[in-house]
């Protein structure tokens, strides 16, 4: 039985949305905000069952897991990574596959900042501007790392989608 949070769709993607600007995502159920959304199509980077992209909100931006894929997080000390397929996974399979991945199969992909190291995945198609009653029968992520900057490093190997965060930066301290 799988024990690692996981979110997963209905069809539309899966989206990491920051906690800071989790008010800001109306869900791509809302018309206006569904075009912007399909605007950036062009720049996914596709892999053979889904794939990685990104959208400016806020001031910010979401990470976008295109395709229909659960998409498990494993916490791991330097950060985590996403393990992307057809079901969640328990912690040892996940760790397991995690391994498995050649150092040369990960590519570079965006940086993603955490400026208080909180955020959400959830069904694209939901808003998470009240993540109190938001429906979790598609799974919900919930996580906290240490506050900063995140290199995202993606890779596919054998129908698995992964992508790793990794902290390049500490957050900068408002004055």
């Known amino acids: 039985m799988a024990d690692l949070p996981f979110a997963s769709s209905n069809g539309s993607p899966v989206v990491l949305v920051p906690t800071e600007i989790a008010a800001e995502w109306p869900g791509i159920a809302d018309d206006d ?6 605007e950036r199509s062009s720049k996914v980077r596709r892999t053979e069952y889904g794939g990685f992209s990104t959208m400016p909100l806020a001031g910010s931006k979401v990470l976008i897991f295109e395709g229909e894929m659960h998409t498990t997080w494993l916490k791991e000390p330097a950060g985590g990574t996403f393990i ?31 400026g208080d190291g909180r955020f959400v995945v959830v069904d694209s198609a939901l808003a998470t501007n009240d993540l109190a009653t938001i429906d979790t029968s598609n799974g919900l992520v919930r996580a906290k790392l240490e506050p900063g900057t995140y290199q995202v490093d993606v890779a596919a190997l054998g129908g698995i989608d992964f992508a790793r965060l990794r902290r390049v930066a500490k957050a900068k301290r408002s004055r």
């Open 33 to 38: 905000f569904h075009a912007r959304y399909l």
């Open 84 to 114: 992307r397929e057809g079901c969640s996974h328990t912690r040892a399979r996940a760790s397991k596959l995690v391994a498995s991945v050649p150092a040369k199969a990960w590519k570079g992909f965006t940086k993603l900042t955490l």
